[in-house]
């Protein structure tokens, strides 16, 4: 399987979870996943509570490849799985 196969495989299981993660662990996967599909932050620094922290885990990110923050979010991913899944 390629690695896009498996962050796509991956991604649609966290989305399916029974039970949310907690905020800096989603914010990490969050930020993980943007970088992943948009690359660097693109997008100016937004105004909201939610919306600057999601703005800023991303910027957080910037300059890892695209290949490194999905191969980063999957083993997030998995290692969060048992307790979230």
Known sequence: MSLDE??????????????????SENLALYSLYK???????????PSGIVEKAKWKAWSERKGISADDAKKQYID????WAGKYA
């Not at 498996?6 to 905020?23: C, G, M």
């Open 76 to 79: 997030l991913a998995q290692q």
């Open 35 to 45: 970088q992943a599909i948009a690359g660097d932050v693109n997008i100016p620094e």
């Open 6 to 23: 498996q962050f796509k495989q991956v991604a649609e299981s966290v989305r399916n979870w029974k039970t949310r993660p907690a905020d």
